[in-house]
């Protein structure tokens, strides 16, 4: 392959996978919010219970996609 495109073609998946984060991050976002803040108004400072939840809900959701590639990943090596 043309080392110009090797290049440009690996410069697109780092792109892709940027997106791809981002798009994650998001969700996560969006999610984690609904569950631990849902209809309820915030004041000027975030309780620290509130704080937990969002804590504990971005880090619940981050160990479950990093199982499900570690295992979809061993599933392609076997």
Do not use: Y
């Amino acid at each position: 392959m043309d080392p110009g495109l090797q290049n440009f073609v690996h410069q697109l998946q780092a792109e892709t996978q940027k997106q791809k984060l981002a798009e994650q991050i998001h969700t996560l976002t969006n999610r984690c919010w609904d569950v631990c803040i849902g209809d309820s108004r915030l004041g000027n400072k975030m309780d620290g219970r509130t704080e937990s939840c969002l804590q504990n809900c971005v880090n619940r959701m981050i160990d479950a996609s990093n199982f499900m590639v570690n295992h979809l990943q061993s599933m392609q090596g076997q």
